[in-house]
């Protein structure tokens, strides 16, 4: 799914994502006790210890590890000395210099499994020295046949060397044997909610989300990342497009509980 990042998605930037939600019913609060899966910000000691660890190891790559321990940028980067002109690399020896990274650094990365990770994109070009630079990407990340989103893993390779890495998988997540809302249900809670578009100027556009609108909804599960100060928590939800009211509603599976969403037109 080709979507907003993460973090726009929750901001919303420019799109105004307002949804109109009342308190859901107490067994809809009665979960499994090991949802959702939870990864917490790391303490300032390990963290440090991490990164001196990370940067001696990788003393041309420009980014760092981040608060949850995962590959990133950080305000504490600091411009790395460039690799020195050496011969290129060929497609395939990037490739090969890409996987062996990752099979090296595979708790920051979040890998358990390198094959696993398909490299989807892979670019090159010539800078200003002359060498060849190497772009690879990851697709996105599968649990269980779910997609979780906002997953990739993005590599930069000049001179032999990997200059750039950022993104994450999450080795652990916990997907429930059973989900307490059905897409019944989810219909139940949907309607009549509110969301809103907004129109060129910037003003909120309200579009009611009615019965006859359900009836065309269209639900797919996706795995969603709710990144907080302190934790990352992975849920599992309902991906329901409701083409009436040009909207993507994200409903967590167990709780019930609508936890963002998307419009699908750009005023």
Same mark, same amino acid.
């Given at each position: 799914m080709k979507l907003f990042k993460l973090w726009k998605f929750l901001a919303v930037l420019f799109l105004i994502i307002l949804i109109q939600s009342c308190g859901q019913s107490d067994e809809l609060l009665n979960i499994d006790a090991n949802y959702p899966t939870t990864y917490k910000k790391l303490n300032a000691t390990t963290l440090i210890q991490m990164q001196k660890a990370f940067a001696k190891d990788n003393p041309y790559l420009n980014t760092t590890i981040t608060d949850f321990g995962f590959c990133g940028s950080s305000e504490n980067d600091i411009s790395k000395p460039f690799p020195s002109r050496i011969p290129d690399l060929t497609k395939t020896e990037a490739i090969n210099a890409v996987k062996s990274f990752i099979s090296q650094n595979t708790t920051i990365l979040g890998v358990n499994k390198l094959e696993n990770v398909t490299l989807i994109r892979i670019d090159s070009f010539t800078?200003? $020295?002359?060498?060849?630079?190497?772009?690879?990407?990851?697709?996105?990340?599968?649990?269980?046949?779910?997609?979780?989103? $906002? &997953?990739?893993?993005?590599?930069?390779?000049?001179?032999?060397?990997?200059?750039?890495?950022?993104?994450?998988?999450?080795?652990?997540?916990?997907?429930?044997?059973?989900? &307490?809302?059905?897409?019944?249900?989810?219909?139940? %809670?949907?309607?009549?909610?509110?969301?809103?578009?907004? $129109?060129?100027?910037?003003?909120?556009?309200?579009?009611?989300?009615?019965?006859?609108?359900?009836?065309?909804?269209?639900?797919?599960?996706?795995?969603?990342?709710?990144?907080?100060?302190?934790?990352?928590?992975?849920?599992?939800?309902?991906?329901?497009?409701?083409?009436?009211?040009?909207?993507?509603?994200?409903? $967590?599976?167990?709780?019930?509980? %609508?936890?963002?969403?998307?419009?699908?037109?750009?005023?």
């Open positions: 800078i200003y $020295d002359g060498s060849v630079k190497w772009n690879i990407s990851s697709g996105t990340q599968k649990m269980n046949g779910l997609e979780v989103f $906002d &997953t990739y893993l993005n590599f930069s390779l000049t001179n032999r060397k990997m200059t750039y890495c950022y993104g994450n998988w999450y080795p652990y997540i916990y997907i429930p044997a059973s989900f &307490t809302v059905n897409e019944a249900r989810a219909k139940t %809670i949907l309607l009549n909610k509110v969301v809103y578009l907004s $129109d060129i100027s910037g003003s909120p556009i309200p579009m009611t989300i009615t019965a006859k609108s359900l009836v065309t909804a269209e639900f797919s599960n996706l795995i969603v990342p709710l990144k907080t100060a302190d934790k990352i928590e992975l849920h599992v939800v309902w991906a329901v497009n409701i083409p009436e009211v040009f909207y993507v509603i994200y409903l $967590d599976v167990m709780t019930g509980q %609508i936890i963002g969403g998307y419009p699908t037109i750009i005023s």
